[in-house]
């Protein structure tokens, strides 16, 4: 079994785990440190006897475990139970690329992705992992993470995010999406009205930008960071 990081090994017992924490926290630590390394690769999807086999390396209710896992949303898999696979990167992954200690390669997965609020969900997902504060919902905290001074790009020279299903994506940041969102902001006195009823009537007459749009803007804003749409 392979040495687990201390806030992890608290929980083993002669290396292995026996029953998951009860604290909803540590037992998502536990989680991420499983899937980690029961599923290496991203995106990579294993049988279900696989899965459980490689679990069993590990814990003494592999079964259980694999159950937990996809109940704290760390590892997913079909409806049919056939296949698993992770998206999640954890705080226990080195995603720097081999041969270039300043490239970050991170994934999107589109297929959570169902509106403006999952997206910024998925971000922080993927992007926040170990840190203990999120990302807000709003394209200027995007743009900010981008900058890669907080969160899984900090300090790299180049990153690529590889963002998975974004057709799916697309559609959902697409028209409706924008414009319930720009509805929200004149709801809303915070926010500037004006601006706002003008790019709700820009959207309406076909004149707007998409939600989804506007993201790809702001990656386009920085050089040092490759989106690849799958």
Do not use: C, K, Q
């Given at each position: 079994?392979?040495?687990?990081?201390?806030?992890?090994?608290?929980?083993?017992?002669?290396?292995?785990?026996?029953?998951?924490?009860?604290?909803?926290?540590?037992?998502?630590?536990?989680?991420?440190?499983?899937?980690?390394?029961?599923?290496?690769?991203?995106?990579?999807?294993?049988?279900?006897?696989?899965?459980?086999?490689?679990?069993?390396?590990?814990?003494?209710?592999?079964?259980?475990?694999?159950?937990?896992?996809?109940?704290?949303?760390?590892?997913?898999?079909?409806?049919?139970?056939?296949?698993?696979?992770?998206?999640?990167?954890?705080?226990?992954?080195?995603?720097?690329s081999a041969g270039d200690a300043?490239?970050?390669?991170?994934?999107?997965?589109?297929?959570?992705?169902?509106?403006?609020?999952?997206?910024y969900d998925e971000l922080n997902r993927v992007f926040m992992a170990g840190e203990d504060w999120r990302l807000g919902p709003s394209l200027d905290a995007l743009d900010d993470l981008l900058h890669g001074g907080f969160g899984a790009a900090h300090g790299a020279d180049r990153v690529t995010v590889v963002w998975h299903g974004f057709a799916r994506s697309r559609d959902a940041l697409g028209f409706a999406a924008t414009r319930e969102h720009y509805r929200a902001k004149l709801a809303d006195p915070h926010f500037d009205a004006a601006l706002f009823r003008r790019r709700l009537d820009d959207l309406e007459a076909g004149r707007g930008k998409t939600y989804a749009e506007l993201v790809l803007e702001v990656f386009a804003d920085h050089p040092d960071v490759q989106l690849l749409l799958r």
């Open positions: 079994m392979p040495s687990a990081p201390a806030d992890v090994n608290r929980f083993l017992h002669d290396g292995r785990l026996v029953t998951m924490p009860r604290r909803r926290e540590h037992r998502r630590t536990v989680a991420r440190w499983l899937a980690h390394v029961a599923l290496p690769a991203l995106l990579d999807t294993v049988g279900e006897r696989e899965l459980t086999d490689r679990l069993a390396a590990l814990a003494d209710d592999p079964v259980g475990v694999r159950r937990a896992l996809v109940d704290l949303g760390v590892v997913h898999r079909t409806r049919d139970g056939a296949e698993y696979w992770r998206t999640e990167v954890t705080e226990f992954d080195d995603v720097g300043g490239h970050v390669t991170l994934h999107l997965d589109g297929a959570r992705v169902d509106s403006i609020a999952t997206f």
